[in-house]
């Protein structure tokens, strides 16, 4: 099993930047695959962004050039930077690991990230 804390949402104004963190309860180098999502009011969750175990990476068109996915492994922890925010970037974004099974599957808590004037 692991768990999953997030950090790092929070208000902010068109155009500019946060970034979210995910602290995993064990070495990520064991886990997968970790990734983002989001999900806005009214809508279905969708993937933002994933990394390998191997550091493969992954976005999605909405998000590519502005998003950037990394992790740190010695501190079990995986980072969603997020430039040139628009308001249609408003979700609440959930951390995600898949184990190698490509079944086992874990969320984090979720974060709220809010783009407004």
């Known amino acids: 099993q692991v768990q999953l804390v997030e950090s790092g949402g929070g208000l902010v104004q068109p155009g500019g930047s946060l970034r979210l963190s995910c602290a995993a309860s064990r070495t990520i180098l064991s886990i997968y695959r970790m990734a983002w999502y989001r999900q806005a009011p009214g809508k279905q969750r969708e993937l933002v962004a994933s990394?390998?175990?191997?550091?493969?990476?992954n976005y999605a068109d909405s998000v590519t050039g502005r998003f950037t996915i990394s992790r740190d492994n010695t501190e079990n922890t995986v980072y969603l930077q997020m430039n040139s925010l628009e308001p249609e970037d408003t979700a609440v974004y959930y951390c995600?690991?898949?184990?190698?099974?490509?079944?086992?599957?874990?969320w984090g808590q979720g974060s709220q990230v809010t783009v407004s004037s």
């Open positions: 995600n690991a898949i184990e190698f099974d490509l079944v086992t599957m874990y």
């Open positions: 990394i390998t175990s191997i550091g493969i990476t």
